[in-house]
T-cell receptor, first 112, second 117 residues
Framework: EPEVTQTPSHQVTQMGQEVILRCVPISNHLYFYWYRQILGQKVEFLVSFYNNEISEKSEIFDDQFSVERPDGSNFTLKIRSTKLEDSAMYFC??????????FGQGTRLTVV | AQKITQTQPGMFVQEKEAVTLDCTYDTSDPSYGLFWYKQPSSGEMIFLIYQGSYDQQNATEGRYSLNFQKARKSANLVISASQLGDSAMYFCAMREGARSNFNKFYFGSGTKLNVKP
């Protein structure tokens, strides 16, 4: 069964460093998303991406965040200068014409 | 106002019994979709069941059913014959709008279900 794949599963980075979280969405999906879940809290929307551009972003998605689809398969989230409060589980998701979105297994980002 | 409210932070159920996880939602859009996702301790988000706002019948998927009460704006998840593997966090979510299949999810705060042997 096709699935959304995220790498790495866990990343530890120093405050101020740049990180890139990678995702391979399901191949025939057209819409891509990043969500995050701070430990013990609800899942929050960050950004949606369609047709090689951002279609919607939340207030969390400020200038330190960017997304890119560098080739036909990968979808990346870059955090330019990480802060302690960026520590969270980051989920990539993709969807096609069906109502549900399929989520990856998440990348746990720890900023120290 | 919260788009999705889950009022049960934690629930216990005996193995083989049924359990209902509550979810209420808030939207003024006539077109929306309601979802339940399961998050085991390993962290991934697993899609369980979907209910469209125009669907006449309650959705069912195996042991999962969604008790959709539109007038009350509730979308409770019913798990029948609970199994130990059902122990997880459960999130209710909503997408709204005419193109709701592609819009962002609003998630509730989750309910942690523990199934006792």
């Amino acid at each position: 069964e096709p699935e959304v794949t995220q790498t790495p599963s866990h990343q530890v980075t120093q405050m101020g460093q740049e990180v890139i979280l990678r995702c391979v969405p399901i191949s025939n999906h057209l819409y891509f998303y990043w969500y995050r879940q701070i430990l013990g809290q609800k899942v929050e929307f960050l950004v949606s991406f369609y047709n090689n551009e951002i279609s919607e972003k939340s207030e969390i998605f400020d200038d330190q965040f960017s997304v890119e689809r560098p080739d036909g398969s990968n979808f990346t989230l870059k955090i330019r200068s990480t802060k302690l409060e960026d520590s969270a589980m980051y989920f990539c998701a993709s969807s096609a014409s069906l109502p549900e979105a399929f989520f990856g297994q998440g990348t746990r980002l720890t900023v120290v | 106002a919260q788009k999705i409210t889950q009022t049960q932070p934690g629930m216990f159920v005996q193995e083989k019994e049924a359990v209902t996880l509550d979810c209420t939602y808030d939207t003024s859009d006539p077109s929306y979709g309601l979802f339940w996702y399961k998050q085991p301790s390993s962290g991934e988000m697993i899609f369980l069941i979907y209910q469209g706002s125009y669907d006449q019948q309650n959705a069912t998927e195996g042991r999962y059913s969604l008790n959709f009460q539109k007038a009350r704006k509730s979308a409770n998840l019913v798990i029948s014959a609970s199994q130990l593997g059902d122990s997880a966090m459960y999130f209710c979510a909503m997408r709204e709008g005419a193109r709701s299949n592609f819009n962002k999810f609003y998630f509730g705060s989750g309910t942690k279900l523990n199934v006792k042997p």
